[in-house]
T-cell receptor, first 113, second 115 residues
Framework: GQQLNQSPQSMFIQEGEDVSMNCTSSSIFNTWLWYKQDPGEGPVLLIA?????ELTSNGRLTAQFGITRKDSFLNISASIPSDVGIYFCAGLPVYNQGGKLIFGQGTELSVKP | DTAVSQTPKYLVTQMGNDKSIKCEQNLGHDTMYWYKQDSKKFLKIMFSYNNKELIINETVPNRFSPKSPDKAHLNLHINSLELGDSAVYFC??????????????FGSGTRLTVV
């Protein structure tokens, strides 16, 4: 089936540093979503992107829908300890089946105070 | 007010038992899903229902049977539990369109441990 390649798999950073993660696909997507999962909880939607080239911010988070429609990135500026968690990209392929989102493998973020 | 609630939060059971996980959403969404998250945190869709109708059934053993009595509820029944069924199961719902995408709202998960 379709897959999203998300990288890096894990990151260990110092508080205050900026973070960047990305997702790529071999096929075209018409929606990209970024989720965060805290321990013991379900993923929570951070940012949704619907148009190629779209750049959207949510506080210290910024995400972009790649111009080729095959990739997306998420940046976190000035990281803080509560940014710890697993970040997932998710996409809706152009020829999607009933709203079935495809998820990346996740990026586990650790922030050292 | 919990948007997507699933019960129980934790479930420990022996091999061979039958168990159910319940999910309810109060968002008025028309589509509900079950996802399985394995030990490597990968999220894999199992089922999707739209207005009580099954629309996605990924290659899941037929020991797993979803049931949607109405569009606000999607339950998951598992027969003859096996060790490999141990995982976190997430319920989710969405109300989307082809152009605006399908931003899911997830429940907080049910951690199933089969011993």
């Amino acid at each position: 089936g379709q897959q999203l390649n998300q990288s890096p798999q894990s990151m260990f950073i110092q508080e205050g540093e900026d973070v960047s993660m990305n997702c790529t696909s071999s096929s075209i997507f018409n929606t990209w979503l970024w989720y965060k999962q805290d321990p013991g909880e379900g993923p929570v939607l951070l940012i949704a992107l619907y148009k190629a080239g779209e750049l959207t911010s949510n506080g210290r988070l910024t995400a972009q829908f790649g111009i080729t429609r095959k990739d997306s990135f998420l940046n976190i500026s000035a990281s803080i300890p509560s940014d710890v968690g697993i970040y997932f990209c998710a996409g809706l392929p152009v020829y999607n089946q009933g709203g079935k989102l495809i998820f990346g493998q996740g990026t586990e973020l650790s922030v050292k105070p | 007010d919990t948007a997507v609630s699933q019960t129980p939060k934790y479930l420990v059971t022996q091999m061979g038992n039958d168990k159910s996980i319940k999910c309810e959403q109060n968002l008025g969404h028309d589509t509900m899903y079950w996802y399985k998250q394995d030990s490597k945190k990968f999220l894999k869709i199992m089922f999707s229902y739209n207005n009580k109708e099954l629309i996605i059934n990924e290659t899941v053993p037929n020991r797993f049977s979803p049931k949607s009595p109405d569009k606000a509820h999607l339950n998951l029944h598992i027969n003859s539990l096996e060790l490999g069924d141990s995982a976190v199961y997430f319920c989710a719902s969405s109300q989307g369109s082809r152009t605006r995408g399908y931003g899911y709202t997830f429940g907080s998960g049910t951690r199933l441990t089969v011993v």
